[in-house]
């Protein structure tokens, strides 16, 4: 029996983009498509089949304990990242400027999907939803490069807002205008 649930609800790829190199800057290169591997998208800094752990599970193992990455990729929201840049001040946030590396239009409350919730395109390829990314301080710096001021608002105006981590369950290619189909676990809410 099947234990996730293809939903009627489908997005669609406005923005692709990888971080090449952390150490110079946050901010990602846009293209028009991505190869997924299992290490995530090739040239990408947070790929990897493994990374080192981070603030986010300190709770867990000491930082840089090498663990699964399930942080591969950051997928955020067209219609949240519009919230965000209106709470920050701007008409638009260049998704480029927070690192991210997939943004997805037509999925509401992006933010909140299930963990090991599912996005598929149209190949066949698949990315797994982690968990909720979390803003952090790291994207004002870039976005207040270019937009004055407005990076320091980041943080706050992100908060539940910043998209999702994830990670490649099936390799393929993602492409601009690609339809998402999305697929959650069909178990009730966690009520301990």
């Not at 990315?127 to 706050?156: E, S």
Request: glycine share 8%.
């Amino acid at each position: 029996m099947p234990a996730l649930t293809p939903t009627k609800i489908k997005g669609e790829v406005v923005w692709i983009g990888h971080v090449p190199d952390r150490d110079a800057s946050l901010r990602s290169t846009a293209a028009a498509m991505a190869n997924l591997t299992y290490a995530g998208i090739p040239g990408e800094v947070h790929g990897g089949l493994t990374r080192p752990s981070c603030s986010r599970v300190t709770s867990q193992y000491p930082r840089n304990t090498e663990i699964r990455n399930v942080r591969q990729l950051s997928v955020v929201s067209a219609e949240e990242l519009a919230e965000i840049a209106a709470d920050c001040g701007l008409a638009t946030l260049d998704p480029a400027l927070i690192g991210a590396s997939l943004v997805i239009s037509g999925i509401p409350d992006f933010s909140h999907l299930p963990p090991s919730s599912r996005l598929q395109f149209p190949d066949g390829s698949v990315i797994v939803v982690d968990m909720q990314n979390r803003p952090c301080h790291l994207p004002a710096k870039v976005i207040n490069a270019d937009h004055p001021g407005a990076g320091d608002k980041f943080k706050t105006a992100a908060k539940g807002k910043r998209g999702v981590t994830a990670w490649v369950e099936r390799e393929g290619t993602m492409q601009l205008g690609d339809t998402v189909q999305l697929h959650i676990p069909d178990q009730r809410a966690w009520a301990p």
